[in-house]
T-cell receptor, first 113, second 114 residues
Framework: AQKVTQAQTEISVVEKEDVTLDCVYE???????LFWYKQPPSGELVFLIR??????QNEISGRYSWNFQKSTSSFNFTITASQVVDSAVYFC??????????FGTGTRLQVTL | GAGVSQSPSNKVTEKGKDVELRCDPI?????LYWYRQSLGQGLEFLIY????????KSGLPSDRFSAERTGGSVSTLTIQRTQQEDSAVYLC????????????FGPGTRLTVT
C-alpha cells in the first residue's frame, strides 16, 4: 500500500519569509513518481512538479525548490521569499505501478503581509 | 487551450435521488480520472480510464457509484440513491499517455445531498 504523510496541517508566515513544506512517503514500488499540487482558494488543483524515483537531483523553479531524498523517503518543497499569492493548500502525491495518485492530507499555507 | 471542464459546478439533491456528473477532458489526453475531496477523507481516488483498456474501479466506495467514458473522451460519474455521506467535491482530471501522474484537474462539482 502507498501512503503520503504531510505532518504540517497549517503554516503561517509573513511575506518574504522562506517556508518548507514536508512530505514523507511510503511505497513498495521500485519505480514511482512524486508530485506536488497547489490548491488555491479558487479550488482548482494545479500541477507543480513531477519527479521520478531514479532522479534525486534537487530542482529549482523560480522561488520554488524541491528536495528529494530517497534515504529518508522525503520530498520537501521550499518556497523562498513567500508572497501572499502563495497562500493555498499544497498537496504532495505519489504514483507507482498504478497510475492513480495517492495524496497526502495537504498543508494549508497562509502568507500575510 | 481549453482545460478540463466539469458540469454542473454545483448540485444539490435530495437523499435517495440519482445524480450524474460530467467531465470533458483536455483534447488529446487519453487518461481520465475521478477523485473525491471531502473534509473528512481528503482527496480520494475513485476511478481511472486509459484509452480502451478496462477502467481501474478500485476506488469506487460502493456499487452505487459507476462511471463511463464514451468515445474515449467525455466521462459521466453516476451516483445512485445518494446518501448524505456522498456530499463532497468531485474532481475530474486528465493526462497524456506516459505522463499519468501529471494530471490536470477540472474545477470540480460540489455535490450536496440534503
Amino acid at each position: 500500500a502507498q501512503k503520503v504523510t504531510q505532518a504540517q496541517t497549517e503554516i503561517s508566515v509573513v511575506e518574504k519569509e522562506d517556508v518548507t513544506l514536508d512530505c514523507v512517503y511510503e511505497t513498495r514500488d521500485t519505480t514511482y513518481y512524486l508530485f506536488w499540487y497547489k490548491q488555491p482558494p479558487s479550488g482548482e488543483l494545479v500541477f507543480l512538479i513531477r519527479r521520478n524515483s531514479f532522479d534525486e537531483q534537487n530542482e529549482i523553479s523560480g522561488r520554488y525548490s524541491w528536495n528529494f531524498q530517497k534515504s529518508t523517503s522525503s520530498f520537501n518543497f521550499t518556497i523562498t521569499a513567500s508572497q501572499v499569492v502563495d497562500s493555498a493548500v499544497y498537496f504532495c502525491a505519489l504514483t507507482g505501478t498504478a497510475s492513480k495518485l495517492t495524496f497526502g492530507t495537504g498543508t494549508r499555507l497562509q502568507v500575510t503581509l | 487551450g481549453a482545460g478540463v471542464s466539469q458540469s454542473p459546478s454545483n448540485k444539490v439533491t435530495e437523499k435517495g435521488k440519482d445524480v450524474e456528473l460530467r467531465c470533458d477532458p483536455i483534447s488529446g489526453h487519453t487518461a481520465l480520472y475521478w477523485y473525491r475531496q471531502s473534509l473528512g477523507q481528503g482527496l480520494e481516488f475513485l476511478i481511472y480510464f486509459q484509452g480502451n483498456s478496462a477502467p481501474d474501479k478500485s476506488g469506487l466506495p460502493s456499487d452505487r457509484f459507476s462511471a463511463e467514458r464514451t468515445g474515449g473522451s467525455v466521462s459521466t460519474l453516476t451516483i445512485q440513491r445518494t446518501q448524505q455521506e456522498d456530499s463532497a467535491v468531485y474532481l475530474c482530471a486528465s493526462s497524456l499517455r506516459g505522463r499519468e501522474g501529471e494530471q490536470y484537474f477540472g474545477p470540480g462539482t460540489r455535490l450536496t445531498v440534503t
